[in-house]
T-cell receptor, first 114, second 115 residues
Framework: AQSVTQLDSHVSVSEGTPVLLRCNYS??????LFWYVQHPNKGLQLLLK??????LVKGINGFEAEFKKSETSFHLTKPSAHMSDAAEYFC????????????FGKGTMLLVSP | DTGVSQDPRHKITKRGQNVTFRCDPI?????LYWYRQTLGQGPEFLTY????????KSRLLSDRFSAERPKGSFSTLEIQRTEQGDSAMYLC?????????????FGQGTRLTVV
């Protein structure tokens, strides 16, 4: 069984300040972890993924995430927010082996103010 | 365009009617998923195909829902006797052959409104 908890439903930041979106996961097996972004009226887009190589993963648009097995966390960060980052972000877990489905968190809405 | 495409993008139907949605995955992807997303929630898994075989179905998929992938290419999701609670965004995703470490590519979704 696998599950994801996104600890904040909304995060508000000012443009130019750091972003932290928190995610905890539960998985019976070695997990693969993903962050997807969904802009209004747009499809889900992959930001980055962790699949057992480096624990610090770099993605598109300056986002990073760090896999911490001891804390079962995969938090998403960005040093400096941009207005275009305003969107909904989903943390996703998948079992690394087999045909595993993708299990989504409930999402975190990122609001960026000027 | 080589992405995942879904048709229609929007569907408004009266309660009790049947609706069918289509998904065309990326051509070399043998794995295909259907998800449902309601306002303020993350996508919820409905069903999964590997080639033409339906390998997993969620408990969310009541007997009014049926999905097919007849030749291992496109897929259809049919909802019979629609209810207002079926109003949601229905998302299709496809994935390259392999384990759980490959990402899924999502279509734009079909937004269903049951009136």
């Amino acid at each position: 069984a696998q599950s994801v908890t996104q600890l904040d439903s909304h995060v508000s930041v000012s443009e130019g300040t750091p972003v932290l979106l928190r995610c905890n996961y539960s998985s019976s097996y070695s997990p693969s972890l993903f962050w997807y972004v969904q802009h209004p009226n747009k499809g889900l887009q992959l930001l980055l993924k962790y699949t057992s190589a480096a624990t610090l993963v770099k993605g598109i648009n300056g986002f990073e995430a760090e896999f911490k097995k001891s804390e079962t966390s995969f938090h998403l960060t960005k040093p400096s927010a941009h207005m275009s980052d305003a969107a909904e972000y989903f943390c996703v877990v998948s079992e690394r082996s087999g045909y595993s489905t993708l299990t989504f968190g409930k999402g975190t809405m990122l609001l960026v103010s000027p | 365009d080589t992405g995942v495409s879904q048709d229609p993008r929007h569907k408004i139907t009266k309660r009790g009617q049947n609706v069918t949605f289509r998904c065309d995955p990326i051509s070399e992807h043998n794995r295909l998923y259907w998800y449902r997303q309601t306002l303020g929630q993350g996508p919820e898994f409905l069903t999964y195909f590997q080639n033409e075989a339906q390998l997993e179905k969620s408990r969310l998929l009541s007997d009014r829902f049926s999905a097919e992938r007849p030749k291992g290419s496109f897929s259809t999701l049919e909802i019979q006797r629609t209810e207002q609670g079926d109003s949601a965004m229905y998302l299709c995703a496809s994935r390259f052959p392999g384990g759980g470490n490959t990402e899924a590519f999502f279509g734009q979704g079909t937004r269903l409104t049951v009136v």
